[in-house]
């Protein structure tokens, strides 16, 4: 027994964190092959290495996985000091190859002198699809104002597909529940992020981030753009761009008459915050949100306004005016304060009356002994708790949005 225990301590030195082991980069100069600065590391990746997120069977394990930063070209290698075949009999170890050639697309590199080559021609390279928006970034490291462009691009855009199928592998390290889309179905819209650089005198492209959208049908002749998949990759995260992007889809759907409303496929906690404060942006100079306006309550002129004018729907819109309305209330005021609060909880206590319904339903239906269990689960008092911690949540999301507002 002692002797397999001392065989376990040895082979578990053979198991690598996949997170650690997964070296992504984005490359514009060959030095920056060398550039541990410019390495960074997936935040999940459970769905090519199961839940544990762990590759067995080697020591020192390095996943390289650089890309050219703007047509993402690729170079895929696998570096170790120690494999556990070599090591024990009988003990096979994972094949990591294969488990990356399932995301990746064919055609990559695998050495570096290829991968070189690849990166002289990216010159060549220019943005798909048709120019949307163009806006500049202050770089404090370069002193300098950085120029980006949004674009929108379909499959019918030459190299487009092939560029695609490379982009999305990085869903897999930062989308926590990421699936490829089917591409062939016409449906979907891409929205995509480029940085503008200089090379030896030339301007190039960087790929900043993307967005997807399904577009789906709405009887009897209206469109209901949903937004599937959103990435900024990490090197450019926290500057800006998710809001950038988001707000330049919003407006080129906005431009639309067929377009009923714009919704979102199981958005994220950041997803939402970033939607309330786009979604604040643009309507917080309609009329129908003037602090007078705001102070008499949720109307539908807010819903009718913001969903023809901006194809905001009608939830969105609510929580949009318990945002600009916190902006208009004096929270010092006893009299304003309680108001607010009272506005809000009335639409949080939802929830809460249907189980009080539900509760009705059962006294009528249940024998004692069931409306006893029943009655166990539906406590009034941590209901109340409840909804007054949701309150407190929502306040202090509500108001980093309005500090970003101020900001922007």
Same mark, same amino acid.
């Given at each position: 027994?002692?002797?397999?225990?001392?065989?376990?301590?040895?082979?578990?030195?053979?198991?690598?964190?996949?997170?650690?082991?997964?070296?992504?980069? /984005?490359?514009?100069?060959?030095?920056?092959?060398?550039?541990?600065?410019?390495?960074?590391?997936? +935040?999940?990746?459970?769905? =090519?290495?199961?839940?544990? +997120?762990?590759?067995?069977?080697?020591?020192?394990?390095?996943?390289?996985?650089?890309?050219?930063?703007?047509?993402?070209?690729?170079? %895929?290698?696998? @570096?170790?000091?120690?494999?556990?075949?070599?090591?024990?009999?009988?003990?096979? $170890?994972?094949?990591?190859?294969?488990?990356?050639?399932? !995301? !990746?697309?064919?055609?990559?590199?695998?050495?570096?002198?290829?991968?070189?080559?690849?990166? @002289?021609?990216? =010159?060549?390279?220019?943005?798909?699809?048709?120019?949307?928006?163009?806006?500049?970034?202050?770089?404090?490291?370069?002193?300098?104002? !950085?120029?980006?462009?949004?674009?929108? $691009?379909?499959?019918?855009?030459?190299?487009?597909?092939?560029?695609?199928?490379?982009?999305?592998? *990085?869903?897999?390290?930062?989308?926590?529940?990421?699936?490829?889309?089917?591409?062939?179905?016409?449906?979907?819209?891409? %929205?995509? &992020?480029?940085?503008?650089?200089?090379?030896?005198?030339?301007?190039?492209?960087?790929?900043?981030?993307?967005?997807? =959208?399904?577009?789906?049908?709405?009887?009897?002749?209206?469109?209901?753009?949903?937004?599937?998949?959103?990435?900024?990759?990490?090197? *450019?995260?926290?500057?800006?761009?998710?809001?950038?992007?988001? +707000?330049?889809?919003?407006?080129?759907?906005?431009?639309?008459?067929?377009?009923?409303?714009?919704?979102?496929?199981?958005?994220? +906690?950041?997803?939402?915050? /970033?939607?309330?404060?786009?979604?604040?942006?643009?309507?917080?100079?309609?009329?129908? *949100?003037?602090?007078?306006?705001?102070?008499?309550?949720?109307?539908?002129?807010?819903?009718?306004?913001?969903?023809?004018?901006?194809? !905001?729907?009608?939830?969105?819109?609510?929580? =949009?005016?318990?945002?600009?309305?916190?902006?208009?209330?004096?929270?010092?005021?006893?009299?304003?304060?309680?108001?607010?609060?009272?506005?809000?909880?009335?639409?949080?206590?939802?929830?809460?009356?249907?189980?009080?319904? @539900?509760?009705?339903?059962?006294?009528?239906?249940?024998?004692?002994?069931?409306?006893?269990?029943?009655?166990?689960?539906?406590?009034?008092?941590?209901?109340?708790?409840?909804?007054?911690?949701?309150?407190?949540?929502?306040?202090?999301?509500?108001?980093? &949005?309005?500090?970003?507002?101020?900001?922007?």
């Amino acid at each position: 027994m002692a002797g397999l225990t001392a065989m376990e301590k040895k082979l578990a030195e053979y198991k690598c964190n996949t997170n650690e082991a997964i070296q992504l980069k /984005l490359v514009r100069f060959p030095e920056e092959l060398e550039d541990d600065n410019t390495t960074f590391n997936p +935040e999940y990746s459970h769905q =090519v290495f199961g839940d544990d +997120e762990v590759a067995f069977g080697y020591k020192g394990l390095k996943i390289l996985l650089y890309y050219i930063a703007g047509n993402l070209s690729t170079l %895929f290698r696998i @570096e170790y000091t120690s494999k556990v075949n070599e090591k024990f009999d009988c003990v096979e $170890a994972d094949d990591v190859e294969s488990k990356i050639r399932e !995301i !990746i697309p064919p055609g990559f590199c695998t050495n570096t002198d290829d991968f070189v080559s690849l990166l @002289e021609k990216e =010159v060549n390279f220019k943005p798909f699809g048709t120019l949307l928006h163009t806006y500049s970034v202050h770089n404090e490291e370069a002193g300098d104002d !950085i120029t980006y462009q949004i674009h929108k $691009a379909d499959m019918t855009c030459p190299g487009f597909r092939e560029y695609h199928e490379r982009l999305q592998t *990085f869903l897999m390290w930062f989308i926590e529940t990421a699936s490829f889309i089917d591409v062939d179905d016409e449906r979907w819209n891409y %929205f995509l &992020v480029f940085e503008k650089y200089n090379k030896d005198g030339a301007t190039l492209f960087a790929t900043v981030g993307y967005m997807t =959208v399904y577009n789906y049908y709405v009887y009897p002749d209206k469109t209901r753009p949903r937004v599937s998949q959103m990435l900024i990759l990490p090197p *450019f995260q926290g500057e800006g761009h998710g809001a950038q992007l988001l +707000e330049t889809v919003h407006r080129y759907y906005m431009s639309s008459p067929t377009v009923l409303d714009i919704t979102a496929e199981d958005p994220s +906690e950041n997803y939402v915050k /970033l939607r309330d404060f786009v979604l604040v942006k643009l309507c917080k100079d309609l009329l129908c *949100f003037s602090p007078g306006r705001l102070m008499q309550g949720f109307s539908q002129e807010m819903v009718v306004e913001a969903q023809q004018k901006l194809k !905001i729907n009608k939830q969105h819109t609510r929580r =949009v005016y318990e945002i600009l309305r916190l902006r208009a209330t004096d929270m010092g005021d006893a009299e304003q304060s309680r108001s607010y609060r009272l506005d809000v909880k009335r639409r949080l206590i939802g929830p809460y009356k249907k189980k009080q319904r @539900e509760l009705a339903k059962m006294r009528r239906c249940l024998r004692p002994e069931e409306l006893t269990n029943q009655l166990n689960q539906i406590d009034l008092n941590m209901q109340h708790e409840q909804l007054e911690e949701s309150f407190q949540q929502l306040v202090s999301d509500y108001r980093r &949005v309005l500090e970003r507002l101020a900001q922007a």
